[in-house]
């Protein structure tokens, strides 16, 4: 398949995940999953798709040049819920590899994760791929993967 002209400019820029608490959360991606603060702003206007009065900080982190930006609302505050359910219309997960994945969980634990129940497959099969899914401190899905050396990825 030939990329188009046009595809053949865009650029990945990041996702954007809005968060109950930020030094939560910071605590969570920072310094549980390594990544790093690359810009933090502070933003009191209205922007679209946000209820007025709006105020709001935005912060962006980066590992291994994936880009997530952390928005926290202070007005009008956070509504919803992540989805729970990975059959769910829109972003259902972001995934890490981790050479040992059972002590990624226990280790993601101290930072605020929660192990998602019933997600852990490949036990059966040492040599096969592994899985298992956590939820960030407000609930999102974190998936662990580990793919055996040889394995088409």
């Known amino acids: ?30 310094d549980g999953l390594g990544f790093e603060e690359v810009a933090h702003y502070v933003l009191d206007e209205q922007i679209p798709e946000v209820d007025a009065p709006c105020s709001l900080t935005s912060t962006m982190i980066v590992k ?16 919803g819920e992540p989805h729970h359910r990975r059959n769910h219309l829109g972003l259902t ?3 890490f590899f ?8 226990e280790t993601m634990v101290e930072y605020g994760g929660t192990p ?10 040492p040599e096969a791929a592994q899985f298992t899914f956590i ?9 662990f993967m580990f793919i055996p050396a040889g394995t088409a990825w």
């Open 116 to 125: 998602v129940p019933h997600t852990r497959s490949g036990l059966d099969d």
């Open 135 to 143: 939820a960030d401190p407000d609930g999102n899905r974190i998936e």
């Open 93 to 95: 997960h972001l995934s």
């Open 98 to 105: 981790a050479d040992d994945i059972d002590q990624a969980v």
């Open 1 to 30: 398949m030939t990329q188009n002209a046009a595809a053949a400019t865009y650029r990945t820029s990041h996702v954007g995940l809005c968060v109950t608490d930020l030094d939560r959360s910071m605590r969570f991606y920072r």
């Open 64 to 79: 291994d040049g994936f880009r997530i930006e952390l928005l926290a609302y202070s007005k009008p505050g956070v509504i």
